[in-house]
């Protein structure tokens, strides 16, 4: 089984114009960060309604890390949307990264320097995230 999976991963490597078409990571992996720094445009104005009144929302560059066998510390520019608490507590940034990893698809961040950082290198679905953190 393991040698088959690996046989047809490798055969699309016969196809590179189509690999980011055909093999998910490497469609992430080569998503440009002026696409990315656009859905993280369209996600703060709507994100912003629903989490304004207790945090401030900012689109802020970023570096998503990209492996951890054969590339530990390689990075690749990506956009974030950042959280940062209005009261300024950690118990407050702590509470929503609590109810984010309790939904029924987890959304995972980031927290550095007393703010969420939600990296949008690999969210394909905008409409999916905000129905998920819809009230």
Known sequence: MTLAALDATLRLYQQPDRLPDLLPTMRLLTRPAEAIAESAQ???AALSDRYGADFTLAVEPCLSQ????????DRLPSWAVT??????????LEALTARWRELAKPVIGRVAD???WLDLRCLEDETALLRELAP
């Not at 990209?66 to 510390?73: A, C, E, Q, T």
Request: aromatic content about 4%.
């Open 42 to 44: 369209r996600l703060l």
């Open 66 to 73: 990209i492996g951890s066998g054969s590339l530990p510390v």
């Open 83 to 92: 959280f940062t608490p209005n009261d300024g507590s950690g118990r407050t």
């Open 114 to 116: 007393g703010r969420l």
